[in-house]
């Protein structure tokens, strides 16, 4: 199993920042990516941006340009710096790892979910 333990969520005023941790430990092996996920209210899962252990990082259309993903793979540890916040970030964000399982597929790790509440 692996354990994923999210942190720095927080409050935060329109175009504040906050930086997301999210460290990994047990029975990791062979990481294919690493990222941070929403959910907005009435709406499913959303990928706000991930990044594979070879350094390539996608963003969703709406964080791209205010939102860095980063990893430190000796800590097996992902961060999120999310700059310019505005209301609609205003959510939990869960962080994922994905790894190789089987041969016929891989396995996803959830964390339990940090809130991040953007007010005026």
């Known amino acids: 199993q692996v354990q994923l333990v999210e942190s720095g969520g927080g409050l935060v005023q329109p175009g504040g920042s906050l930086k997301l941790s999210c460290t990994a430990s047990g029975n990791i092996f062979s990481v294919n990516a690493m990222g941070w996920y929403r959910q907005p209210a009435g709406k499913q899962l959303e990928v706000v941006a991930t990044i594979t252990t070879g350094g390539t990082s996608n963003y969703v259309k709406s964080v791209q340009g205010r939102f860095t993903i980063s990893t430190d793979n000796t800590k097996n540890t992902v961060y999120i710096q999310m700059n310019s916040l505005q209301p609609e970030d205003t959510d939990v964000y869960y962080c994922?790892?994905?790894?190789?399982?089987?041969?016929?597929?891989?396995?996803?790790?959830w964390g339990q979910g940090t809130q991040v509440t953007v007010y005026s």
């Open positions: 994922n790892l994905n790894q190789y399982g089987t041969p016929l597929r891989d396995d996803d790790y």
